[in-house]
């Protein structure tokens, strides 16, 4: 199966020919996309890169078949040619070979000379698992071609780790926030969350649960690049309030709050009884 991914040519120019002739292949780039569970399991996938390869009809020499490139007599397979001027003496890139050192008299006709050819490769890419957002992977010698005998660029893999609907990672970390109902806040009981691995786990939510508390699964976050070690997975836990509510529930919930808890037990609503009392602490303050 193949990867989504957008290609994009030449990151670094084709630069310091070495031998006379030969240049180096540019570098090339490609940006690819995966998921937060391709980036938790690692994978192996098949990208195709539309690029310049040797041409095999002249092994990239350039010349054809039973021809060889020459040297050039304009320059001498220097590349460059002087030239008198005044006092001075100029160097110019050679208008013959145009700074090659060579000349093909017999192009190749696949390649028309230049010893390369644009073609689509099928490159294997494994992507490990614990995989960063903005990871740069190197592909050494699958760039382009060198031109008549230079090296090839390398190609360079840019992952983007896509946001997830229900998970945010942070480093080796998940996080996911789940929604509760009062009566389960309040009364305990457990629930079940999804896991990146596609299973489910279950949480079990003491009594008196409160919005903004986390739970803590050991070990069910990301895996950690080149390790076997496992981040943990937080549950924060959003408790909802009740809507739409029959007669019925709406006369229980009355019900609920006309009970007063009886002497010297403790309140049912300990942190909105404590900020109003300090409220009324606040305000019979300032009257003072
Ligand atoms: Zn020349
Ligand atoms: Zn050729």
């Known amino acids: 199966d193949e990867m989504f991914g957008?290609?994009?040519?030449?990151?670094?120019?084709?630069?310091?020919?070495?031998?006379?002739?030969?240049?180096?292949?540019?570098?090339?780039?490609?940006?690819?996309?995966?998921?937060?569970?391709?980036?938790?399991?690692?994978?192996?996938?098949?990208?195709?890169?539309?690029?310049?390869?040797?041409?095999?009809?002249?092994?990239?020499?350039?010349?054809?078949?039973?021809?060889?490139?020459?040297?050039?007599?304009?320059?001498?397979?220097?590349?460059?040619?002087?030239?008198?001027?005044?006092?001075?003496?100029?160097?110019?890139?050679?208008?013959?070979?145009?700074?090659?050192?060579?000349?093909?008299?017999?192009?190749?006709?696949?390649?028309?000379?230049?010893?390369?050819?644009?073609?689509?490769?099928?490159?294997?890419?494994?992507?490990p698992a614990g995989v960063e957002d903005g990871t740069r992977i190197r592909l050494a010698g699958e760039g382009e071609a060198g031109s008549r005998g230079g090296g090839a660029g390398d190609l360079y893999i840019f992952v983007a780790v896509a946001p997830h609907r229900m998970f945010q990672r942070d480093a080796a970390d998940l996080h996911i926030r789940v929604p509760i109902p009062m009566a389960t806040a309040a009364l305990g009981g457990s629930i079940e969350v999804p896991t990146i691995e596609g299973k489910r786990a279950k949480v079990t939510i003491p009594k008196g649960a409160q919005s903004g508390h986390q739970f803590r699964l050991r070990g069910k976050g990301m895996s950690v690049l080149r390790s076997q070690a496992r981040g943990d997975m937080y549950i924060d836990v959003v408790v909802e309030t009740p809507v739409n509510l029959s007669k019925r529930q709406e006369e229980l919930l009355r019900e609920f709050q006309g009970e007063k808890p009886a002497k010297g037990e403790s309140t049912t609503s300990p942190e909105s009884e404590g900020f109003f009392s300090r409220v009324k602490e606040l305000w019979e303050d300032l009257t003072d």
Not at 110 to 119: A, D, L, M, P
């Open 6 to 127: 957008d290609f994009m040519g030449g990151g670094r120019q084709a630069g310091n020919r070495g031998r006379a002739g030969a240049s180096r292949g540019a570098d090339l780039r490609y940006n690819m996309q995966i998921s937060l569970e391709d980036a938790f399991q690692g994978r192996e996938t098949q990208i195709r890169v539309p690029t310049a390869v040797t041409c095999e009809d002249c092994n990239g020499s350039g010349a054809s078949k039973g021809s060889h490139p020459t040297t050039c007599g304009m320059c001498q397979g220097r590349g460059k040619v002087r030239a008198q001027q005044g006092f001075f003496t100029i160097e110019r890139t050679c208008p013959t070979c145009n700074g090659t050192g060579q000349v093909i008299e017999d192009p190749c006709q696949t390649c028309g000379g230049s010893g390369r050819v644009q073609k689509e490769k099928t490159l294997k890419v494994t992507i």
